[in-house]
């Protein structure tokens, strides 16, 4: 049997709630993936061409640092990571992590939440940052959560 993990990042909590159900639903271990530096709402004020969020987002080989790692990634072979949308892909803090560690031979399965794109090129722009790991693009999270079709979802994997 396999151990599983729910890695995510959360700006407002819409992606934490998310999780939170999936790992429940699924049985998996939580890990919060936190900026070393946390985002205030003027740092995530998309409209502001100067907010960190958008400086970020403009140099996607920025890469925030994270304020903790997980000391035993060795021991899951499945690990659903999800995020917010920004400017239609990940934020550059999932590069973060994914670099963070090996995931030779891992399947990580990506979901998101959005306010209204898709996964656009995410997959594509996140592949580099986790050579040697199977890497799913998973599906948007978004609305109301039905615990059975997110469970028939998960077990896919």
Same mark, same amino acid.
């Given at each position: ?56 987002? &403009?140099?996607? !080989?920025?890469?925030?640092?994270? =304020? #903790? *790692? @997980? %000391? +035993? ?40 939440? &959005?306010?209204? !794109?898709?996964?656009?090129?995410? =997959? #594509? *722009? @996140? %592949? +580099? ?29």
């Amino acid at each position: 049997m396999s151990k599983k993990l729910t890695a995510y990042f959360s700006a407002s909590g819409v992606t934490a709630k998310v999780a939170k159900a999936l790992s429940e639903v699924v049985g998996t271990d939580l890990f919060e993936i936190k900026p070393a530096v946390p985002y205030t709402d003027a740092d995530l004020d998309w409209q502001n061409k100067n907010s960190r969020s958008s400086v970020e987002m &403009s140099n996607l !080989s920025f890469r925030p640092e994270i =304020a #903790e *790692k @997980l %000391a +035993d990634m060795e021991e899951y072979d499945t690990i659903f990571v999800g995020f917010p949308i920004w400017w239609y892909i990940a934020p550059t803090i999932i590069n973060t992590f994914l670099e963070s560690y090996d995931f030779s031979g891992k399947k990580i399965v990506l979901f998101a939440t &959005s306010g209204g !794109s898709g996964f656009g090129r995410t =997959a #594509e *722009k @996140l %592949a +580099d940052s986790c050579k040697g790991a199977e890497l799913i693009t998973g599906k948007l999270l978004n609305g109301r959560i039905n615990t059975d079709e997110l469970a028939k979802w998960a077990s896919e994997f």
